[in-house]
């Protein structure tokens, strides 16, 4: 199978290379040229497998120059028990006769990346022995909290690759920090950048069109790639969970073989949902794709008028991994329903960088709007969002979540649509123990740690090990830069 440039489609890779270098060299992402089909067969097939399995199963069938046997090891590495603390790896938890929630935080960051990237540093590894690459590749990723750690975490001591990770001083939360900063592994590094989150993502951005550290970099035996959503490795581990819901709710015996279920997902960058129609372009019986925004609207917005206007306010929301005004991913979604119309999504790509907006074509809006229900949860209702949860069902959620949670709530309401829903949960709640303290009605007090003991009374469940593991852990990083230092940082870095 080959991968198209969304802005170029004779620009063409296989996996590998699509993988080892992330984004296409005319600045588009890569698609897959077709979605193998599912159908009732394989269902009832993966129904019978382990995660593991599901997962080199599925994944196998876009990666054909990977063999079964080592996408099983993958899977059995990237997913297994030292990893992960539920057996089931991607759980759902029953919340009323037509609700689930779809956990995909039970791994070593405790967020949903980790399903991603435990997984994309063995493809990326694995894709440049295969591509014959000589150089070895820097993994370089600015972060506002959850990838960061969850990159770190998927890399340490992975062969061949080193990752360095940038991150705004005082733009993480205390927790996020220490995950970073205690980070173990012979190839990583950690490094605060004097600044917001947009310091540090431009500071990565201009050190990647840096054509003079390419090449001292290319002497040295390294190049430069990304591990966040836009790389096609971290878009096909997603694909997974939402077959395998699938398949779980199946063999529960609550949904009929063929009967549409929804899935509500809390939306950022639009990796996760772009991930699920994939799943649905493949054959799930998807019914509708529920995109749940925070505040930062701009998705809502575009799904309900066409109109995509980044020129907007920017809020700092108790969801900060949802604030984001450029969802990157959106353009494969573009590229697909457009059927590869590469020269309209580049036009677009290019409005949305000149004015900041972009309005699609009638025919794009409908079929997006037929696939699509859009919606967005305020501050205050994201905190209600979490004390029903909790009161009415003993649930406890984080603040992303409570969004889907809230908009799924507002789509039945609004549609009167019955059918079997999943809301996906993408952290734990003790990942965010003061805005769920909050809602919950308890005062935060104490230190990081004192606040995870306080939840866990409150909420009546433990919390996850890496997170309490991580008291009393040495800080290795305490290196801080200024965003012109930046370059510096690399080169020592890499020696
Ligand atoms: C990254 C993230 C999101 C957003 O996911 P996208 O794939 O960017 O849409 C939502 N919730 C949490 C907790 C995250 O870390």
């Known amino acids: 199978m080959q991968y198209l440039s969304t802005r170029d489609k004779t620009l063409r890779l296989r996996a590998a290379g699509a993988m080892a270098i992330g984004l296409s060299r005319d600045g588009g992402l890569f698609a897959p040229e077709a979605f193998p089909d599912l159908g009732t067969l394989d269902l009832k097939v993966l129904g019978a497998m382990s995660y593991q399995q599901r997962a080199s199963f599925i994944m196998g069938k876009y990666l054909e120059a990977f063999g079964t046997e080592e996408l099983e090891?993958?899977?059995?590495?990237?997913?297994?028990?030292?990893?992960?603390?539920?057996?089931?790896?991607?759980?759902?938890?029953?919340?009323?006769?037509?609700?689930?929630?779809?956990?995909?935080?039970?791994?070593?960051?405790?967020?949903?990346?980790?399903?991603?990237?435990?997984m994309l540093p063995q493809l990326i590894s694995e894709s440049l022995n295969k591509l014959g690459e000589e150089r070895d590749a820097c993994i370089l990723v600015a972060t506002s909290g959850d990838t960061g750690k969850a990159a770190l975490e998927g890399f340490a001591d992975v062969p061949r690759t080193k990752i360095l990770v940038f991150y705004p001083e005082h733009g993480v939360s205390e927790m996020q920090r220490l995950q970073m900063v205690t980070q173990s592994g012979d190839n990583v590094g950690v490094c605060a950048v004097r600044g917001n989150f947009d310091d540090a993502q431009g500071g990565v951005k201009a050190l990647f069109s840096d054509e003079a550290l390419r090449e001292v970099l290319r002497e040295k035996g390294w190049f430069l790639s990304s591990a966040n959503s836009i790389n096609w490795g971290r878009i096909l581990p997603q694909i997974v969970y939402y077959i395998s819901?699938?398949?779980?709710?199946?063999?529960?015996?609550?949904?009929k073989l063929g009967q549409k279920v929804n899935f509500c997902v809390p939306t950022g960058n639009f990796g996760n949902i772009l991930s699920c129609y994939y799943a649905k372009r493949m054959g799930l019986p998807v019914g509708k794709l529920i995109c749940a925004s925070n505040r930062n609207d701009v998705l809502t917005d575009f799904i309900r008028t066409g109109v995509y206007d980044r020129n907007r306010p920017f809020h700092n929301t108790i969801s900060p991994s949802m604030d984001i005004l450029v969802s990157s991913n959106l353009e494969r979604l573009l590229f697909d329903l457009s059927e590869w119309d590469d020269q309209l999504v580049k036009k677009y790509m290019a409005d949305l960088a000149a004015a900041g907006r972009y309005e699609v074509n009638a025919a794009l809006r409908e079929r997006i709007q037929s696939l699509f229900y859009a919606g967005s949860c305020g501050e205050r209702e994201t905190g209600t969002a979490i004390r029903s949860l909790h009161r009415d069902y003993g649930y406890l959620v984080d603040t992303h979540t409570a969004v889907a949670a809230k908009v799924l709530t507002g789509y039945r309401a609004e549609t009167g649509d019955t059918a079997p829903s999943i809301f996906v949960s993408t952290a734990s709640p003790f990942k965010f123990c003061d805005s769920v303290l909050d809602a919950i009605g308890v005062e935060p007090a104490g230190d990081s740690f004192q606040r995870i003991e306080q939840l866990e009374k409150a909420g009546g469940v433990s919390a996850p090990r890496p997170l309490t593991a991580l008291r009393g852990r040495p800080e290795r990083f305490r290196q801080a830069a200024d965003r012109t230092d930046m370059e510096r940082v690399v080169r020592d870095f890499l020696g």
Request: hydrophobic share 40%; glycine share 8%; charged share 25%.
């Open 73 to 118: 090891r993958f899977a059995q590495r990237a997913y297994g028990p030292d990893r992960f603390d539920h057996p089931d790896v991607a759980p759902l938890h029953r919340v009323d006769s037509n609700t689930w929630c779809l956990e995909l935080w039970h791994g070593p960051t405790c967020a949903f990346k980790d399903l991603a990237l435990q």
């Open 245 to 255: 819901a699938y398949c779980d709710l199946l063999g529960a015996g609550e949904i």
